[in-house]
């Protein structure tokens, strides 16, 4: 079967949750047995969001192959356990950097360089980079932003293009907005057929329509935008409100989204009967469970909580497969102190400290994290959170007194956590960062190890520091076990304290390995301690 083209376009508003659709229509596609990838173009002109404030994006996704990706891509992995990599994520930024290089190194041969057909044929370069690899049946492509954006005429000058070339290999769901006035007590379609309209100024007719609702749009209404909007009456279909993002491929299949997806791309899909009997189980667990498990997640941006969204999804999948609800509690540390401690963290069944860079609400976590070893309370620090984990170690059990990582003290006298050396002559923040996936080799008889149910791993990273070799007998002896550690560099990659009931400290990020239908297996165990934990400092 040849490679067909799906492109998401949204208008409207922003967030509507294109990236929701694609990853569900990935998920349906995918349950018939079809070889399915999405990947993402973001108009912003930053190469990648590794340096955007989490409050501007959300969080920064992995890729396996370091590539620091829109948190979308999560949502991608999440619903089809397909593994995404750098071609995946293309913004604006890398586009007319790929072409500046190109007319600097002469690759157009003195032409004048310009938006058409210049940066419009990278773009297309890389939606079909995907497809050239004979792996995928399907390449779902989302386009960031709102049809009307300045800075989205180029990618959607290059559909326009594709839909041309392609003819029938390709095809546009374009998703908009129904809002509802409660004044009037109506819902309008108006904006709607000005996004449709906006679309086909720039020549390009979408095919099916997915309207963002929070009101049930009456088949009349549908049909009304059907012809306002020159598309097929059964190819309009309302996305409503549902209380989890994972009851939307169920929404979907409902309407038979993926079937008219499939005629219309003239896909014999007969014999590719929906199997959907692993995901509808999941959410049998999430709507049965009947008691719940309160853990705490420990940041600087609890403000937003998409700077989280994998954790919490991982936490929602553990619990979900622990027969658990959970009640996930944001607790800012830069408002934690030695005095509301207690009433911020009793009550829970586990913490999770979070990762991040710098210095802010940083003692904050130093002191959730005093309180949970001293209340033997479970414990997961990611990343800067294990950073963290033995740091408060240093200074309040082996006695190291000023104990910190050189990324927030330079002069430490006890750097525990520091650059390593080959990475201290590069000045170009990206060149010192760990990015991907790397190998990790367990101590047998580590809680990290009966986890995974094997002693080598692979899980992504995303930091600059790392726990300082030099210290680590003097850990060992005190009573923190590194039980993990990279076999190429022998990195410590995982810390555990074995006297506490589960005090694990990870330097890579097991959330995003987690998915649907693959919870990632440290959070499970994280979870099973949490649960099994009587609450503690109440």
């Known amino acids: 079967m040849e490679t067909k083209y799906i492109f998401v376009t949204g208008g409207v508003v922003s967030s509507l949750g294109k990236g929701i659709i694609s990853a569900s229509l990935a998920c349906l596609l995918k349950a018939r047995g079809f070889r399915v990838t999405i990947q993402k173009f973001d108009p912003y002109i930053n190469i990648d969001p590794g340096t955007l404030n989490p409050y501007e994006h959300g969080e920064c996704y992995v890729t396996v192959d370091g590539h620091e990706a829109d948190l979308d891509l999560g949502h991608y992995e999440r619903f089809t356990n397909v593994e995404t990599t750098r071609a995946n994520n293309v ?39 995907l497809g050239a690899t004979g792996d995928y049946d399907f390449i779902i492509t989302e386009i960031g932003g709102t049809v ?17 070339e392609l003819g029938s290999e390709s095809l546009c769901v374009h998703l908009t907005y129904v809002p509802y006035l409660k004044a009037a007590k109506e819902l309008k379609t108006k904006p709607t057929q000005h996004s449709v309209k906006q679309l086909q100024q720039v020549g390009i007719q979408p095919d099916l329509l997915v309207l963002r609702t929070e009101h049930d749009i009456p088949a009349g209404m549908r049909m009304k935008i059907a012809q306002f909007c020159n598309v097929a009456p059964d190819a309009v279909f309302q996305s409503i409100d549902c209380p989890s993002i994972y009851e939307v491929p169920v929404m979907m299949s409902e309407q038979h989204l993926d079937e008219v997806v499939l005629r ?46 994998s954790i919490s999804e991982a936490l929602l999948h553990a619990a979900t497969y622990c027969d658990r609800r959970l009640d996930l509690r944001y607790i800012n540390s830069e408002e934690l102190t030695a005095d509301n401690v207690d009433s911020q963290l009793g009550g829970l069944n586990g913490v999770v400290i979070a990762p991040g860079f710098g210095q802010r609400g940083i003692e904050g976590k130093f002191i959730a994290l005093k309180w949970c ?21 240093a200074r309040n059990v082996l006695g190291l007194e000023g104990a910190n990582s050189t990324e927030m003290d330079p002069a430490t006298r006890h750097n525990v956590i520091d650059l390593m050396e080959e990475q201290k002559s590069v000045h170009n923040m990206g060149g010192t960062m760990r990015l991907g996936a790397y190998k990790c080799r367990l101590r047998p008889d580590s809680i990290a190890a009966r986890a995974y149910g094997a002693t080598e791993v692979s899980e992504r990273h995303r930091h600059r520091f790392e726990f300082n070799h030099n210290y680590r007998t003097l850990f060992e002896q005190g009573g923190m ?10 990195l410590v990659e995982v810390v555990e304290i074995p006297d506490r009931r589960w005090m694990v400290g ?31 400092g109440k």
């Open 91 to 129: 913004t604006s930024g890398r586009v007319f950097q790929n072409v500046i290089d190109k007319e600097r190194r002469g690759d157009y041969l003195g032409k004048t360089v310009q938006i058409v057909p210049h940066i419009t044929d990278e773009i297309k370069r890389n939606v079909k980079r």
């Open 148 to 164: 009307g954006d300045i800075e989205s005429l180029p990618f959607l000058e290059a559909v326009r293009q594709l839909r041309w």
């Open 264 to 309: 219309k791309m003239n896909v014999d899909y007969r014999d590719n009967d929906l199997e959907m009997g692993p995901w509808m189980r999941f959410l049998d667990k999430m709507h049965s469970a009947r008691e719940t498990v309160k853990i705490g997640l420990v940041g600087k941006y609890v403000q937003l909580q998409d700077a989280y969204k």
């Open 373 to 393: 070893r001293e209340h033997d309370m479970p414990t997961f620090g990611i990343c800067l959170g294990m950073q963290c984990m033995v740091i408060e170690y």
């Open 481 to 490: 076990a590194c039980v993990g550690e990279n076999p190429a560099t022998h």
């Open 506 to 536: 990870t330097q890579y990020h097991p959330e995003y390995n987690s998915t649907v239908l693959r919870p990632n297996p440290l959070f499970m165990s994280f979870m099973k301690a949490a649960i099994d934990t009587p609450v503690a």
